[in-house]
């Protein structure tokens, strides 16, 4: 039985954790500013990449880093301080599309994976990246059945990459879809000089806009929706499709995202392909997994372009759309391992037994569990409020200063 990759994106300690908890097999990541996302993840520094790496090895994860912004030539020594670093440190392969970010890392034996940013669409753009990179991406805009095409052609014509081994595809499987080819929009430079390219999109695509006829000054009412922001893609529904058009890796995109999102989006895709490839994937199962889904941030779903559907599905409001979010509530101050009980400085709102609450920390991720009795001053409470030092039984090792928040639900 053949394994599909799920590869998840990490901007900060608590999503790399949470990406572990969550069983994904490799994670992607970018540091410093040359990746496409430099303004809406934290990001981490080089320094980082020996505690990335030892961290990842140690749970046999693949580490891939982003470098796959457009690069001048101020920023070359950079970039090339960057791949040689990766290099260095053991990093799994460098994402990229710049020709200067390919060239080089080849250069120093680097493996490559081919990003969104290249547009691939077809055979013959794989075989001519195949001289460079072992793992492709192809464009967000084509139909599964294009992408079957194309791995039936690697297959058929044995197209391998510089390691020798067949040519792997790629595809986002979840989260955010650019309303540009490939990602490749200049709404954000031509407003701000902020190219989306550079990793530093202000999204105004996001954004209400009112539609008015320049001859006429009769404006346009679009249905109340947000005409240039898609949909967040969901292809779990349709997983197995997927699965039968050859491709091998699935990837979430979301490294702006929390830690649950992270934590909740590779679990149920992670949970679909083991489904998929033990041939006991449902339409119930499918329920269940959009449910959870949507608990998480989400601008609303839609297939993409994968099933051969018009664009068309728009957001219908700005930002999430989730079912539940969270609220601060306090940290973590001890923990008594002999006891498994949780000291908890309350610092805003209140928390009773019953709630849900997360608790995330760069070493521990994302924990989501019931409060169960709670203990102020060593005696049950049916509540605790803010400065309140409290107490709760929680059976996994938590550090001190792990943030703790309240699950709500969202009207």
């Known amino acids: 039985m053949r394994n599909i990759e799920i590869t998840a994106p990490v901007g900060s300690w608590e999503s790399l954790m949470a990406a572990i908890e969550a069983k994904a097999d490799s994670v992607y990541f970018g540091v410093g500013k040359l990746n496409m996302r430099a303004r809406s993840s934290v990001n981490f520094t080089l320094h980082d990449l020996v505690k990335i790496t030892r961290i990842c090895k140690k749970h046999r994860i693949r580490t891939y880093l982003t470098i796959n912004t457009v690069i001048f030539d101020k920023e070359v020594r950079e970039m090339k301080r960057m791949v040689a ?130 001859d006429n000054g009769i404006e346009l009412e679009i249905d109340n929706e947000y005409i240039m922001s898609p949909k967040d893609i969901c292809t779990i529904g349709f997983l197995d499709k997927i699965v039968n058009a050859g491709v091998s890796i699935l990837k979430i995109e979301g490294r702006g995202r929390s830690p649950e999102y992270v934590k909740t989006v590779v679990s149920c895709y992670r949970e679909a392909a083991d489904a998929v490839l033990a041939g006991n994937f449902t339409p119930e199962k499918c329920d269940q997994w959009i449910t959870r889904l949507k608990t998480v941030y989400n601008r609303g779903f839609w297939d993409g372009y994968y099933l051969g559907r018009k664009m068309g599905e728009w957001a219908t409001q700005h930002g999430s759309v989730a079912t539940q979010s969270k609220k601060y509530v306090g940290k973590i101050t001890n923990y008594f391992t002999k006891l498994k009980v949780a000291e908890i400085k309350m610092e805003s709102g209140q928390l009773k037994p019953g709630d849900r609450i997360y608790i995330q920390g760069p070493t521990t991720g994302s924990l989501e569990l019931t409060v169960p009795e709670i203990q102020v001053g060593l005696k049950p409470t049916g509540k605790t409020i803010k400065g309140e030092n409290c107490s709760i039984y929680i059976d996994t090792f938590l550090r001190r200063a792990d943030k703790v928040y309240k699950v709500v639900p969202n009207s």
């Open 85 to 214: 670093s990766a290099k260095k440190n053991g990093i799994t392969a460098i994402i990229a599309s710049d020709q200067a970010v390919i060239r080089y890392a080849r250069s120093l034996d680097m493996p490559v994976h081919m990003s969104t940013q290249t547009n691939i669409t077809n055979i013959e753009a794989v075989k001519y990246w195949s001289e460079m990179a072992d793992v492709m991406v192809t464009a967000r805009e084509l139909s599964l059945e294009q992408v079957a095409i194309i791995t039936r052609a690697i297959k058929r014509q044995k197209i391998t990459g510089p390691t020798g081994n067949p040519v792997r595809i790629e595809v986002f499987a979840h989260g955010a879809l650019c309303m540009a080819v490939s990602g490749k929009c200049y709404l954000s430079l031509d407003h701000y000089n902020a190219s989306a390219n550079r990793g530093s999109c202000y999204q105004l695509c996001r954004r209400p806009y009112h539609v008015t006829d320049t």
